[in-house]
């Protein structure tokens, strides 16, 4: 009496972590890589990024990554034109 039953959701069997969109990012590929491994090591399972231009497409080639090229245009060119000032 008096105590607490605690209750546990379970653990999902993949996580997945998702970038914000990315712009101009040509030179930064190992900053992505060291952020794709840092994650792998602490869990995370399935990645989602989002360029907004392109410029990842190079190394993602190689990444087991769910790689979103230009995701503002598959919405609206409006809001393409916008992301990309």
């Known amino acids: 009496k008096g105590r607490f039953k605690w209750r546990c959701a379970p653990v999902p069997e993949e996580v997945k ?3 914000g969109p990315s712009y101009g990012m040509e030179a930064h590929g190992d900053i992505v890589r060291q952020w794709l491994a840092y994650h792998r ?3 995370i399972s399935s990645f989602g990024l989002y360029d907004s231009d392109g410029s990842l ?3 993602m080639r190689n990444e087991d990554v769910e ?3 230009e995701w503002d245009a598959l919405i609206d060119k409006k809001v393409a034109d916008v992301a990309r000032t």
């Open 17 to 19: 972590a998702c970038s």
């Open 57 to 59: 497409a190079e190394v």
């Open 67 to 69: 790689y979103v090229q």
């Open 41 to 43: 090591l602490i869990g």
